[in-house]
């Protein structure tokens, strides 16, 4: 009974190898039973040896690390525009130019401001030296002297508005012309010649 045993096992490993592979043939052959498939000419390309070209399309928004808005500290018509959109600039380099007219009238007449009232004190002074002089010999009252001496200050007072006023004034002709704050890449130029 043993060897009926072995007998059969001998003969079950080869039958079962025969299925398995039968079965294996049976499905590719169901599968692919029609044959080949025709490839597409297009997407057939003959092998060479050459550069491999490598392009990365990627959508993305492109920030400046620093952007600085560049605006006028003072009012005015746009005269000149010196740089366009995708310009690089350096530090310190024009942008554009108002109209200075208005302003250079305005120093111009700080600056007469400023030698009226220089004149103003020189005369004031004068007057005080006489009337102290006067004052020594007894030919003018003290209260004389006294409003010699406030006349002077005020125009003293009178004569540092002026002064500040025509520092105002250039600082205002200064700012006509618009430079660059920093060296970069001009991103956008909002304002034409002729406009405010």
Do not use: C
Not at 68 to 88: L, M, P, W, Y
Not at 137 to 151: F, H, K, M, N, P
Not at 166 to 191: C, F, K, S, W
Request: aromatic residues 4%.
């Amino acid at each position: 009974m043993a060897n009926g045993v072995k007998k059969r096992r001998r003969w079950i490993a080869p039958v079962v190898i025969l299925v398995v592979i039968g079965g294996v043939i049976a499905f590719f052959a169901k599968r692919g039973g029609a044959g080949p498939k025709e490839l597409d000419p297009s997407l057939i390309m003959t092998v060479k040896r050459s550069d491999l070209s490598i392009e990365v399309l990627e959508t993305g928004k492109v920030q400046a690390r620093e952007k600085v808005d560049v605006k006028s500290k003072v009012a005015g018509t746009v005269a000149k525009v010196f740089v366009d959109a995708g310009d690089r600039v350096k530090k310190g380099q024009p942008l554009l130019q108002l109209d200075p007219i208005d302003y250079e009238r305005q120093v111009a007449k700080s600056e007469a401001d400023v030698a009226a009232a220089k004149n103003a004190l020189e005369f004031s002074q004068l007057t005080l030296e006489r009337r102290q002089a006067g004052l020594k010999e007894r030919g003018v009252a003290q209260i004389d002297v006294d409003t010699a001496l406030s006349d002077v200050k005020a125009k003293k007072v009178a004569l540092q508005t002026a002064e500040v006023a025509l520092n105002a004034a250039t600082d205002q002709l200064h700012y006509t012309h618009i430079m660059a704050p920093m060296d970069g890449t001009v991103t956008e130029r909002g304002i034409q010649p002729g406009e405010t």
